[in-house]
């Protein structure tokens, strides 16, 4: 291959095959005769797909997501960096690997379950716990799809691994924290609710439910509190809550009608107000 100039100075890349004539009686070398091929187009093709693929090779690299490709037999095709240090793997100790080598038993059925989807043309999101190479347990957001090729066949699993092992460290102390917080008010008789003024939605804590004697799960207002006071005290709770809500201090002491029992409770109250300065 060899570069032309042409008559306007602009270059052109050829590719050159070279013939050498001899005579036919003497086997003298007489003259050489080229074949030339304009291949401009191809080599401007070739580095702009050299270009893209640098590009691709770019962000798949620097992603902060892990990129997992799994093959039809269920083998790591390819994982980018992000991903094999997510599981504590140096570049390309993943390839070739089977799936199933990255998580405990309890995990493979699902994987198992997973890959199936996958072959079957369907995409879809879930978490996932996986096993480092040091034994660590890895939770996951996954995004996974099926790659297929043009006639529809199923070629690979092509998933988008977003690491949420802190996430779910703090959701599963949140949750402990709640059970020690249930226990501690049951132990102590102490329930807690929050009323939203706006849309007067009532949560209440378990322990609440069980002092007020309403069910869990049962939907809460303001009315649903004042219908477990007790009938006699209503107007003088309702009176209190009211001048609460206009800056009152609400301290107060009250029977509720807890499933046909009545108890004596003391009840207090703080204002919250938002960043707009809503109550």
């Avoid at 493979?108 to 879930?126: F, K, M, P, S, V």
């Avoid at 009608?257 to 938002?274: K, L, Q």
Wanted: proline residues 3%.
């Amino acid at each position: 291959e060899t570069v032309l100039l042409c008559k306007d100075d602009s270059p052109i890349t050829v590719s050159q095959r070279i013939i050498a004539h001899r005579n036919p009686h003497t086997g003298a070398m007489e003259f050489f005769s080229t074949i030339c091929r304009d291949i401009t187009e191809r080599r401007w093709a070739e580095a702009a797909l050299r270009e893209s693929e640098e590009r691709y090779r770019t962000i798949v690299e620097t992603a902060q997501e892990g990129i997992w490709v799994i093959d039809a037999d269920g083998r790591t095709k390819f994982t980018n960096a992000r991903k094999a240090a997510m599981l504590g793997y140096g570049p390309g100790e993943m390839e070739g690997r089977p799936l199933f080598d990255f998580m405990d038993e309890a995990a493979r059925a699902d994987a198992a379950r997973n890959l199936d989807r996958r072959q079957r043309g369907i995409a879809e999101t879930h978490e996932f716990r996986f096993l480092r190479k040091d034994g660590g347990i890895v939770w996951t957001h996954v995004s996974a799809n099926p790659l297929e090729s043009g006639d529809g066949r199923y070629l690979d699993a092509l998933a988008m691994v977003t690491d949420i092992t802190e996430r779910k460290r703090a959701e599963e102390a949140l949750k402990l924290s709640r059970q020690e917080l249930q226990r501690a008010q049951a132990m102590g008789r102490i329930g807690n609710w929050r009323l939203d003024l706006c849309r007067n939605v009532l949560s209440w804590s378990a322990e609440a439910h069980r002092l007020l004697g309403v069910a869990e799960g049962t939907p809460l207002n303001y009315e649903t509190f004042l219908a477990a006071v007790h009938p006699e005290d209503r107007d003088y709770v309702d009176r209190q809550w009211q001048a609460a809500l206009a800056g009152e201090l609400y301290d107060i002491e009250h029977r509720v009608d807890s499933g046909g029992e009545v108890r004596w409770c003391r009840e207090e109250a703080e204002r919250e107000f938002g960043a707009d300065g809503d109550l």
